[in-house]
């Protein structure tokens, strides 16, 4: 069973710096995706970006982009020019191909200070 | 374009009473639906999955039940709410054309006491 590790309960930035979140991924598949939600106070849950495992470049949608490291397992989320609307919980997701079910880490707690 | 909708946006109900959140996916055709619940401060819990009409998956045993009478609706359930199901339930959907991403509606909050 693959399981999704994120080991930064909580964090903080100030606004307009640049912070990581990390996550790690346990898993023997070859082929998957990889995700990461955001759920601000409203608590929808927004996808933010998405990394197929066969790419090996790195996703990137405007401020957000992710280091991706497959050997290591590792998919961590890097926000620049953090803004105050970035406050949430942060989930990273795992997702084998062709399966129906993905697995969530338990999430991040980001607050961005003024 | 994709929409979800879920119904009620929030609830509050007294142990022992019936349940029933209703989720409805517009502008697309035969997707994968799923039920989560988050406890406060929590992580998801999938508690359904289906991939078709009468195709429903349970993933963890409990009081709750879940249906999918039409292509694009799904429906959660319970016949007795227990405290312990309070919690944010969110609707999810995936397409078929959209590589393993799912999409997530707005939530209902559910309050037992």
């Known amino acids: 069973a693959q399981t999704v590790t994120q080991s930064q309960p909580e964090m903080s930035v100030q606004e307009a710096e640049t912070v990581t979140l990390s996550c790690t991924y346990d898993?023997?598949?070859?082929?998957?995706?990889l995700f990461w939600y955001k759920q601000p106070p409203s608590r929808q849950m927004i996808l933010v970006i998405r990394q197929e495992a066969y790419k090996q470049q790195n996703a990137t949608e405007n401020r957000f982009s992710v280091n991706f490291q497959k050997a290591a397992k590792s998919f961590s989320l890097k926000i620049s020019d953090s803004q105050l609307g970035d406050t949430a919980m942060y989930f990273c997701?795992?997702?084998?191909?062709?399966?129906?079910?993905?697995?969530f880490g338990r999430g991040t707690s980001l607050i961005v200070h003024p | 374009s994709q929409t979800i909708h879920q119904w009620p946006a929030t609830l509050v109900q007294p142990v022992g009473s019936p349940l029933s959140l209703e989720c409805t996916v517009e502008?697309?055709?035969?997707?994968?639906l799923y039920w989560y619940r988050q406890a406060a401060g929590r992580g998801l819990q999938l508690l359904f999955y289906s991939v078709g009409i009468g195709q429903i998956s349970s993933e963890v045993p409990q009081n709750l039940s879940a249906s999918r009478p039409q292509d694009r609706q799904f429906i959660l359930s319970s016949k007795k709410l227990l405290l312990s199901d309070s919690g944010f339930y969110l609707c999810?959907?995936?397409?078929?054309?959209?590589?393993?991403?799912?999409?997530f509606g707005p939530g209902t909050r559910l309050l037992v006491l």
């Open positions: 999810a959907w995936r397409g078929d054309r959209d590589e393993e991403t799912q999409y």
């Open positions: 502008g697309t055709s035969n997707p994968n």
């Open positions: 898993t023997s598949e070859n082929n998957y995706y």
């Open positions: 997701a795992f997702m084998k191909r062709g399966s129906y079910i993905p697995t």
